[in-house]
């Protein structure tokens, strides 16, 4: 997924509320290889002149990836998110907190072609019992 990209995305206003109030917006994305190709640098710009950073590092012992996400907002890493690809979709979970509440993250990535892919965000409040997906991106490759 190297290479310049543009995002349609569909969010959320609020979390974990049953808020069904979603804002949709473009974006745009340059990924560039690191490693010789065991990761990745993600640079996002959003229409409000923020920004964010993903940092895809892959553990070929253990088939796993890390994904490591920090915005212009605070300038420091969230806590990583950990998975792996199968039969062409990518699932990673990690932990963090939402106004002091702990949650569990889950990103999905798939529709993976050449051109373009889906990356999905959902959070769990209870564990991972039920999940809200709370983001959409469709992401196509730029001309």
């Known amino acids: 997924?190297?290479?310049?990209?543009?995002?349609h995305n569909r969010r959320l206003r609020r979390r974990l509320v049953g808020s069904d109030d979603?804002?949709?917006?473009?974006?745009?994305?340059?990924?560039?290889?690191?490693?010789?190709?065991?990761?990745?640098?993600?640079?996002?710009?959003?229409?409000?002149?923020?920004?964010?950073?993903?940092?895809?590092?892959?553990?070929?012992a253990t088939g796993r990836w890390s994904l490591n996400w920090a915005s212009s907002d605070s300038g420091v890493f969230f806590p990583p998110l950990f998975g792996s690809f199968t039969d062409g979709v990518g699932t990673f979970?990690?932990?963090?907190?939402?106004?002091?509440?702990?949650?569990?993250?889950?990103?999905?990535?798939h529709r993976i072609t050449g051109?373009?892919?889906?990356?999905e965000q959902a959070m769990s409040a209870d564990g991972g019992q039920t999940w809200?997906?709370?983001w959409y991106m469709d992401i196509t490759r730029q001309a």
């Open 22 to 60: 979603w804002e949709e917006f473009t974006s745009t994305s340059e990924v560039r290889p690191i490693f010789g190709g065991a990761g990745n640098v993600d640079e996002i710009t959003f229409p409000d002149g923020t920004s964010g950073l993903t940092v895809r590092l892959y553990d070929a």
């Open 132 to 134: 809200e997906t709370n």
């Open 93 to 109: 979970h990690g932990d963090e907190v939402q106004d002091g509440v702990p949650v569990r993250i889950r990103f999905r990535w």
């Open 115 to 119: 051109d373009s892919a889906r990356w």
């Open 1 to 7: 997924m190297t290479g310049r990209w543009s995002i």
